[in-house]
């Protein structure tokens, strides 16, 4: 079985970070052109960015979701035709070595909460994300998202994620993919949501030790690759530190015993599997760990980031 390691958002190699716009400052300057160079600022930085991938051999990435800045705010029309070039130049670097990318919308997107108006943004921000996969062509697109509040029960609020998923277009419902959380929803839930909405689960190890379901991986595993047709991805990422008041926030880089550990239950179910680190530093803890598996165990290397179980 084939393992890629992939990292999120941004590189600590290449420095420059994507810029941003907030509303309150772009109604105070009524700036457009300052708005529209943010946004072509930020286009080049992810082109940049999956040309550093592709050099080397990073062939897991998930975008940032910060790409455009007011993107979903009603009073702020932005003319996505004028970045064309750009859209075309970022899917050439994709396609090259026919890099795995997604998006992760943030925690505004709350598909099962109680008031209408975060719903309709959350829809809002479903639609920004499907466009951008629309628009760089993205093979295998997809769009992660948390189950969200836990207001009145569990049972009450898996319904109310159910009720406006089945609202939404055809062709949003068929990117969306559920992972576990760390406080609310633990990964036997998402299964539980998958088989009535026939959605793809997302196994968030870290998240899985913070919020434990009763079975164990080895029992849950069959069950959450079965609801992929493509290549299942996981997320891994380490604790801060042991203290409970830290446990559940990301550390800089990544427990190789505890990685290990993991890879010995994927190994178990004999299928290749991309693995989304979500360690603080990014592109440096995904080759501090490479560099790691690399004198504790044998494996055959692939490539810089890839290897085979």
């Not at 026919?98 to 943030?106: K, L, N, Y």
């Not at 196994?203 to 029992?219: A, G, I, K, V």
């Not at 446990?247 to 890879?263: A, P, Q």
């Not at 501090?288 to 044998?298: A, F, N, P």
């Amino acid at each position: 079985m084939k393992i890629r390691l992939g990292y999120a958002c941004i590189s600590e190699t290449i420095k420059e970070n994507f810029k941003t716009y907030t509303y309150t400052r772009y109604k105070q300057e009524k700036n457009k052109e300052k708005l529209e160079s943010i946004i072509s600022s930020n286009l080049f930085h992810l082109k940049e960015l999956l040309i550093y991938n592709n050099k080397n051999n990073i062939h897991f990435f998930r975008i940032t979701s910060n790409l455009i800045p007011l993107a979903t705010i009603e009073d702020v029309v932005i003319d996505y035709t004028k970045w064309k070039r750009e859209y075309r130049q970022i899917t050439q670097e994709i396609k090259k070595k026919s890099m795995r990318v997604d998006f992760h919308p943030s925690e505004y997107c709350v598909l099962n909460s109680t008031k209408q108006e975060v719903i309709n943004q959350s829809i809002k921000i479903l639609k920004y994300h499907y466009h951008l996969l629309k628009d760089l062509k993205i093979k295998n697109p997809l769009l992660v998202l948390h189950i969200g509040s836990k207001e009145f029960g569990k049972e009450k609020s898996l319904t109310r994620f159910i009720n406006t998923y089945q609202k939404l277009p055809e062709e949003i419902k068929q990117v969306i993919a559920i992972e576990n959380d760390d406080k609310s929803f633990n990964i036997e839930d998402c299964i539980e949501l998958s088989e009535k909405i026939s959605i793809p689960v997302i196994l968030d190890y870290h998240h899985h030790q913070c919020n434990p379901s009763t079975h164990t991986l080895e029992e849950l595993l069959p069950k959450i690759i079965s609801t992929w047709h493509t290549t299942p991805k996981v997320h891994f990422s380490s604790p801060k530190s042991k203290r409970k008041k830290e446990y559940r926030s990301h550390h800089d880089y990544i427990d190789v015993e505890e990685f290990i550990k993991f890879l010995k239950i994927l190994k178990q179910q004999n299928i290749d599997i991309d693995i989304m680190l979500e360690a603080k530093k990014k592109d440096e803890a995904l080759f501090r760990l490479v560099r790691e598996l690399k004198y504790k165990l044998d494996l055959d290397f692939v490539d810089e980031t890839s290897f085979m179980l």
